[in-house]
């Protein structure tokens, strides 16, 4: 009887951890698959963006970050993201991170310039604004409060 019921107990174990996998599958980009373009972006300070971060245009989700690596020579981050086919971006396109809220999630908003020219797969986006550090900016207020009552 103890055998049966460790036997049912273990079939349920799996089944919930097939689900919870399948459910992981079916709302990511893994079941899409990266159908889209990659580009890249460079940013001074990329704190929060990880891979699978959204990359939004008009709030609306346009693509994903797929990768992200440290330039040697200069210390900033290079962001690749994929964009959906069907968006096409000016080569003036600019890149910020930004969050959901004030404490929200962070994600990539992108803002569309003017050119006729179009990104292409494995070109660089050259305007971007880096993650704003929230603590940073409350110490640095903080501080320079306590130093003006001195």
């Known amino acids: 009887m103890n055998n049966v019921a460790e036997t ?12 919870f996998a399948w459910y992981v599958y079916a709302t990511t980009d893994i079941a899409r698959g990266h159908s889209g373009y990659v580009v890249k972006a460079v940013f001074d300070n990329a704190s929060g963006v990880n891979i ?18 440290l330039d040697q020579e200069n210390y900033q ?3 690749a993201m994929t ?3 069907g968006v096409k971006l000016p080569e003036d396109t ?3 991170i930004t969050t959901d ?6 994600y990539i908003a992108l803002d569309p310039g003017g050119s006729d020219v179009l990104l292409k797969d494995g070109d660089i986006m050259e305007n971007t604004q880096s993650s ?12 320079k409060k306590e130093e003006k009552n001195k």
């Open 8 to 19: 049912i107990i273990g079939t349920l174990v799996l089944a919930v951890a097939a689900a």
């Open 52 to 69: 699978g971060t959204d990359v939004r245009l008009a709030g609306i989700k346009v693509g994903s970050v797929v990768g992200q690596t």
């Open 77 to 79: 981050a290079i962001i």
């Open 83 to 85: 964009i959906e086919r």
């Open 94 to 96: 600019s890149a910020k």
């Open 101 to 106: 809220g004030l404490l929200g999630d962070k």
């Open 132 to 143: 704003i550090d929230l603590w940073a900016l409350v110490n640095e207020y903080l501080f």
